[in-house]
C-alpha cells in the first residue's frame, strides 16, 4: 500500500524559508509525478509544483515561481519543496501527492484528480 508522508511544516515569519519533505512507504516514487498542493481555508487545494521522479518535467504555479523550488533528494528518497521569501498568503496546509498516470495534457499537472496518492498534509503558517 502507497503511503505519503510529509514533514517540515511549522510556523515561521514573513520573509523566511522553510522545507517540506515527501517521502513514500517503500522509499522509491518509481517514475512517477510527485507534486506538492496546498490548500488554505475557503480555498480550493491548488498546485504549487511538480516533477517526475525520472526527470523531465518540472512545473510551478505563479504564485510560488522563483521562491519555491522543487526537487529531489537522492540520499533520503524523498522530494523537498524549499521555500524562500514566504509570505503570510502562502499560509496552508500542504500536500504531497503522486501520480503513477500518464498526462496527457499540460492541465493534468494541476488537477488533484490526476493524483492518485495523497499525504495527510502538513501545516505551514506565515505571520506577517
Known amino acids: 500500500q502507497v503511503q505519503l508522508v510529509e514533514s517540515g511544516g511549522g510556523l515561521v515569519q514573513a520573509g523566511g524559508s522553510l522545507t517540506l519533505s515527501c517521502v513514500e512507504s517503500a522509499r522509491t516514487f518509481r517514475s512517477w509525478y510527485v507534486a506538492w498542493f496546498r490548500q488554505a481555508p475557503g480555498k480550493e487545494r491548488e498546485l504549487v509544483a511538480v516533477l517526475k521522479w525520472t526527470g523531465g518535467v518540472t512545473r510551478y504555479s505563479d504564485s510560488v515561481q522563483g521562491r519555491f523550488t522543487i526537487s529531489i533528494n537522492n540520499a533520503k528518497s524523498t522530494v523537498d519543496l524549499q521555500m524562500n521569501s514566504l509570505k503570510p498568503e502562502d499560509t496552508a496546509v500542504y500536500y504531497c501527492?503522486?501520480?503513477?498516470?500518464?498526462?496527457?495534457?499540460?492541465?493534468?499537472?494541476?488537477?488533484?484528480?490526476?493524483?492518485?496518492?495523497w499525504g495527510q498534509g502538513t501545516q505551514v503558517t506565515v505571520s506577517s
Open positions: 501527492a503522486a501520480s503513477p498516470r500518464t498526462f496527457f495534457s499540460s492541465m493534468d499537472y494541476y488537477r488533484p484528480s490526476q493524483y492518485d496518492y
